[in-house]
């Protein structure tokens, strides 16, 4: 065990200013504003322009952060970002994102845990800062599902939407109360395609074939996953807080991933938390993947609902499979 005590200091976002409405859906697929409403709770979300690439929008989410934040770029010596929709395959968004903020040498890597991935960059985060390899960790995450839809699939295009998320993860000084107490991550590789973008990797090569296929954009079998996503969301919510001596009536806040209302309803009843403190915006943002939780989290900041030393669990699953799940106090 470590001496040192993670927290995570400030939460920032950002998503592009053109939003999408159910009404516009109604025009571009045989979809109805009802259906959307009553099936996921969805109403709009953020769709980028043709010039907008991740690290545009995580620029965006990181400037508000160190606005906000006494630490500079310069003190930044890890950066982590989560994303499936980075600018390009190689070099890293993290990379990119580095050399945007003007921050000096240091580790700059992406990761790809779907919809999961913030909470994932978050334990590695702490775990690099615990063990003494790094202090001051930026962690991203950033989606612009939007680019990788396909507009003539109802299945899915209502579903996703663009957005940015920004923590800085630091050491916790003596005495405060903030802190990352615990995380727990996960997955099973067996369900991969599920929630898939066949095109454009090493298996199935960008040719004519595989765009006429529409291979390059998300492929999403939803009920199955839905399924999955209601126990998987549900066991990591009661495994940290029953290995911390928690129940949901301890906690100040749940924030889950913003996939789908009826998932997050099914969360909320399984660790018996009262509604309104779950944090919700999938009405105005749709599902953002790996900004959907900084998104939420940065939200309920600003608008003064999450206040400093409150309990919280961050609840995620996405693409790989993968879930997770986080206990702070912020
Ligand atoms: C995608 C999702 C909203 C679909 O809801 P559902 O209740 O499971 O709906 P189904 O897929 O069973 O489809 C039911 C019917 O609605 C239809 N439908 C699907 N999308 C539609 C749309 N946008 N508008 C109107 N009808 C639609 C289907 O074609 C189907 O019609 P049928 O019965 O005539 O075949 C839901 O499964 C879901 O949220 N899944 C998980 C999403 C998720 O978590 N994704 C990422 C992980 S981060």
Redesign the pocket.
């Known amino acids: 065990m470590s001496d040192i005590r993670v927290k995570i200091d400030e939460i920032a976002m950002a998503v592009p200013d053109n939003v999408l409405t159910n009404q516009d859906l109604e025009k571009i697929v045989n ?2 504003d009802e ?2 409403r009553t ?2 709770g969805m109403v709009e979300r953020r769709k980028s322009d043709d010039h907008t690439a991740a690290s545009d929008i995580a620029l965006k989410a990181c400037e508000k952060l160190f606005k906000r934040s006494s630490l500079r770029t310069r003190d930044i010596d890890l950066i982590i970002v989560a994303t499936v929709t980075p600018d390009h395959a190689f070099p890293s968004t993290a990379c990119i994102l580095q050399h945007k903020l003007g921050i000096p040498n240091c580790p700059a890597f992406d990761i790809s845990a ?2 999961t991935g913030f909470i994932y960059g978050i334990t590695i985060a702490k775990q690099f800062i615990e063990n003494g390899s790094a202090t001051n960790a930026l962690v991203v995450g950033v989606e612009l599902l939007t680019k990788i839809t396909n507009w003539t699939d ?2 899915t295009c ?2 996703f939407g663009d957005g940015a998320g920004a923590a800085l993860v630091t050491p916790a000084h003596k005495g405060e109360i903030s802190e990352i107490i615990d995380t727990y991550i996960s997955s099973d590789g067996k369900y991969g395609n599920l ?1 898939i973008q066949q095109g454009g990797g090493s298996r199935n090569p960008t040719s004519k074939e595989t765009v006429e296929k529409n291979m390059h954009t998300l492929y ?1 079998e ?2 199955r ?2 399924k999955i ?1 209601v126990k998987s969301m549900g066991e990591a919510a009661v495994r940290i807080l029953e290995r911390n001596g928690f129940t949901g009536d301890n906690i100040d806040w749940l924030i889950p ?1 913003q ?2 209302l009826r ?1 997050i309803d099914a969360t909320a009843k399984r660790i018996h938390i009262l509604p309104q403190k779950v944090i919700i915006n999938i009405e105005k943002y749709g ?1 953002t ?1 790996s900004a959907s939780i900084p998104l939420a989290f940065a939200e309920a900041v600003e608008d003064g609902r999450i206040r400093r030393g409150d309990l919280i669990v961050l609840d995620a ?2 693409a790989g499979l993968t879930w997770g799940s986080v206990l702070l106090r912020y």
């Open positions: 979809t109805t259906w959307i099936r996921t779907g919809c109802r299945n209502v579903l929630l999403m939803g009920n996953v839905f996503a991933h996939a789908n998932i599902n993947s699953f996405g």
